[in-house]
């Protein structure tokens, strides 16, 4: 499930295959990578979280390869630490109460906008950290129109929290 993920992840990016990437899998690609975390411990969620971030920008960053191996290994590590926070804060909780019928609307209400609102901050957290390097989901619809006007308004965090929460909520 993570390794699909990833891969629908890299697919929705501009890659090798298409120059403007297959842009819908944004809307999609996250689902695996979610499924996966369910119900793990916080270290399996740790590991699972490294390996989405190391297979996603390893694809990603294929193209600094051939320029400096250890600087594009370095680069790829640190791009990960967006979906090893994303993943480790990623608690049973939340996904215990999305299936729980149960629970109160309100509360679910509150879990579906938490878990997109997570992405977007892990995302934030990573460009920070980077000093402005951004490259986050919502870059995956940036030759899409209606998202560009999203993004003029709300950022490319903002592009992404949609794309996360259409993910939660299919």
Do not use: C
Request: a positive charge; charged letters at 5%; zero cysteines.
């Amino acid at each position: 499930n993570v390794v699909l993920g990833a891969f629908f992840a890299y697919l929705s990016f501009p890659n090798i295959w298409n120059i403007y990437g297959y842009w819908p899998l944004a809307w999609v690609s996250v689902i695996p990578f979610m499924k996966a975390l369910e119900g793990q411990s916080p270290v399996r969620r740790l590991g699972l979280g490294s390996l989405y971030g190391l297979i996603l920008y390893t694809l990603l960053l294929l193209w600094l390869f051939p320029l400096h191996v250890p600087g594009a290994s370095a680069f790829v590590l640190a791009m990960s630490i967006q979906p090893v926070l994303f993943s480790v804060f990623y608690s049973r909780a939340i996904t215990r109460s999305l299936v729980d019928a149960q629970s109160s609307p309100a509360r679910n209400s509150a879990v579906v906008v938490f878990v997109p609102a997570l992405w977007a901050a892990s995302e934030y957290v990573r460009t920070m950290i980077l000093g402005g390097f951004a490259w986050g989901l919502g870059y995956s619809q940036s030759f899409q129109p209606a998202f560009i006007q999203l993004a003029a308004a709300a950022g490319p965090y903002g592009v992404s929290f949609v794309i996360i929460l259409v993910n939660v909520l299919i």
